[in-house]
């Protein structure tokens, strides 16, 4: 098992920047994924960006160009670097972890972006 904690949402005005951290329980150097997963009102849970245990990276072409995953292995944390920040990314973003076949969330953190 491992448990999930995030932080760093909030409220930010269009055009600024955020970066939201994802704390684990435990060494992610050997989990398979961990990745940033976002839900509007009203919408279904999304995937934001994706990293691999062995580097790969993947955004949704919504933030492509704008957001930047990273992860620490010596701080077991999870970052994600948000600029530019519109309207639309106004969500409960949540860290995911996928390993041995089993995903685990964290209970998530709100980010506001004002107009």
């Known amino acids: 098992q491992v448990q999930l904690v995030e932080s760093g949402g909030g409220l930010v005005q269009a055009g600024g920047s955020l970066r939201l951290s994802c704390a684990a329980s435990?060494?992610?150097?050997?989990?398979?994924?961990m990745g940033w997963y976002r839900q509007a009102p009203g919408k279904q849970r999304d995937l934001v960006a994706r990293?691999?245990?062995?580097?790969?990276?993947n955004y949704a072409d919504s933030v492509q160009g704008r957001f930047t995953i990273s992860r620490d292995n010596a701080k077991n944390t999870v970052y994600l670097q948000m600029n530019n920040l519109k309207p639309e990314d106004t969500a409960v973003y949540y860290c995911?972890?996928?390993?041995?076949?089993?995903?685990?969330w964290g209970e998530g953190t709100l980010v506001t972006v004002s107009s």
């Open positions: 995911d972890a996928f390993d041995a076949g089993m995903d685990y």
């Open positions: 435990r060494s992610i150097f050997s989990i398979n994924a």
């Open positions: 990293i691999t245990s062995s580097g790969g990276i």
